[in-house]
T-cell receptor, first 114, second 113 residues
């Protein structure tokens, strides 16, 4: 079975600093990978997805992620953090070619310090 | 478009009671899924469906039933609620094609006392 590991359940950065959220996956086949964001008391919103078209994926709100097959990683970055980025972030991998069976990481809560 | 709509948003049940969490989508998605979210555990798949009349179990199916009689609706039934089922439940839907993402509802926060 596939699995996803997010290193760091809590990450805190200063406003304007680099954001780096780590995600490693295990998969025996080329994976479909996703980053979702969850704001308090809301559902999950897609930030970006990797579907093998390009290893560097750009998403919404200035986020991007790089797929590294040799490291089985899909880390999420943003050059300059904004207060509105405070949320919980989830990395997920699809067990199938569709998105009906997602396997999620434990989540990383991002705090932005003024 | 409303997207994925879940009702109710909040619910308190007593142990042993039954209830149905409703989920409806208006995007004509073939696939629908139910997840539960618990602190420190991310989201875990309960049941999913690839079309009307077709359902299958996910990682944590015990204590839950589903059915899918229409493309739009995918209700989740708790037959006899237990405190261990206290959680936030999310419904999601997606297209059948490759390279698609799941769209999530706003969630139902369930407390079993």
């Amino acid at each position: 079975a596939q699995s996803v590991t997010q290193l760091g359940s809590h990450v805190s950065v200063s406003e304007g600093a680099l954001v780096l959220l780590r995600c490693n996956y295990s998969s025996s086949v080329p994976p479909y990978l996703f980053w979702y964001v969850q704001y308090p008391n809301q559902g999950l919103q897609l930030l970006l997805k990797y579907t093998s078209a390009a290893t560097l994926v750009k998403g919404i709100n200035g986020f991007e992620a790089e797929f590294k097959k040799s490291e089985t990683s899909f880390h999420l970055t943003k050059p300059s953090a904004h207060m509105s980025d405070a949320a919980e972030y989830f990395c997920a991998v699809s067990e199938d070619q569709g998105a009906q069976k997602l396997v999620f990481g434990q989540g990383t809560r991002l705090t932005i310090n003024p | 478009n409303a997207g994925v709509t879940q009702t109710p948003k909040f619910q308190v049940l007593k142990t042993g009671q039954s209830m149905t969490l409703q989920c409806a989508q208006d995007m004509n998605h073939e696939y629908m899924s139910w997840y539960r979210q618990d602190p420190g555990m991310g989201l875990r798949l309960i049941h999913y469906s690839v079309g009307a009349g077709i359902t299958d179990q996910g990682e944590v199916p015990n204590g839950y039933n589903v059915s899918r009689s229409t493309t739009e609706d995918f209700p989740l039934r708790l037959l006899s609620a237990a405190p261990s089922q206290t959680s936030v439940y999310f419904c999601a839907s997606s297209y059948r094609e490759r390279n698609t993402e799941a769209f999530f509802g706003q969630g139902t926060r369930l407390t079993v006392v």
